[in-house]
């Protein structure tokens, strides 16, 4: 019987050897947790903005960090992100795989994001030292990370990124297996239900 060459990647079961499910609800109610964090620190630095507005002598930039709009920006990104990862915990409880894919979809978007930087550090590796001359003179451990070889800082943050990339990968994976396992699972159970008032049908015109 030919299968798929996706299904070798199929499985039930994911870190810690809990089931997908059990994978996907505790990644949703994490990144709830953090989002929600995030969220209620854009909210108080809303309310209190004297207290996070940081002036360009500051950062030693010519640009200010998180005027009002990008405050804005942010928190509707948040709000966005609680509203994905809700969702998902929820579809992932009561099994509906169509509430999962927005998450599933944020996933795929997050890991392409960190390959194009991958990609971008390994094309320009120059634009790392360039970074690091933006950062402000105050940022921790700016000189040291400065005096590093050139090369060997690249691939530490290479890497660093492919680390995260593989780490991100495998929670994609529990994820779009929870997703096949949901689907699989409602397509049976429409399938029985099918079969067995069938069954049922054609034993009532036998009697």
């Known amino acids: 019987m030919l299968s798929s060459p996706w299904a070798r990647f199929y499985s039930n079961s ?3 050897c809990c089931h997908v499910r059990t994978g996907t609800i505790l990644l949703g109610v994490w990144y709830l ?4 964090v995030v969220l209620l620190i854009l909210l108080s630095a809303l309310t209190d903005p004297d207290q996070y ?6 950062l030693g930039g010519e640009f200010e960090f998180m005027d009002d709009a990008n405050m804005c920006i942010a928190t509707a990104i948040s709000l966005l992100m609680i509203l994905i990862c809700a969702m998902a915990t929820y579809g992932a409880y009561k099994q509906h795989a169509a509430w999962i894919i927005p998450f599933f979809c944020y996933q795929i978007f997050d890991f392409a994001l960190n390959t194009l930087v991958a990609i971008s550090v390994l094309v320009y590796p120059s634009t790392v030292q360039d970074y690091l001359r933006q950062l402000p003179t105050n940022f921790p451990y700016k000189e040291e990370i400065m005096s590093v070889n050139p090369t ?6 290479l890497l660093f990124i492919s680390i995260i990339l593989a780490f991100k ?3 994609i994976s529990c994820v779009w297996n929870c997703y096949r396992y949901i689907n699989s699972r409602n397509n049976s159970d429409v399938l029985v239900y099918i079969t067995t008032n069938d069954t049922a049908a054609k034993y ?3 009697f």
């Not at 947790?33 to 929600?36: Q, Y």
């Not at 060997?152 to 943050?157: A, F, G, M, Q, R």
């Open 14 to 16: 994911c870190c810690l």
């Open 33 to 36: 947790i953090i989002n929600s």
């Open 53 to 58: 507005h940081l002036t360009s002598a500051e």
């Open 152 to 157: 060997c800082l690249v691939v530490i943050i």
């Open 169 to 171: 990968g495998y929670l």
């Open 204 to 206: 009532s015109l036998l």
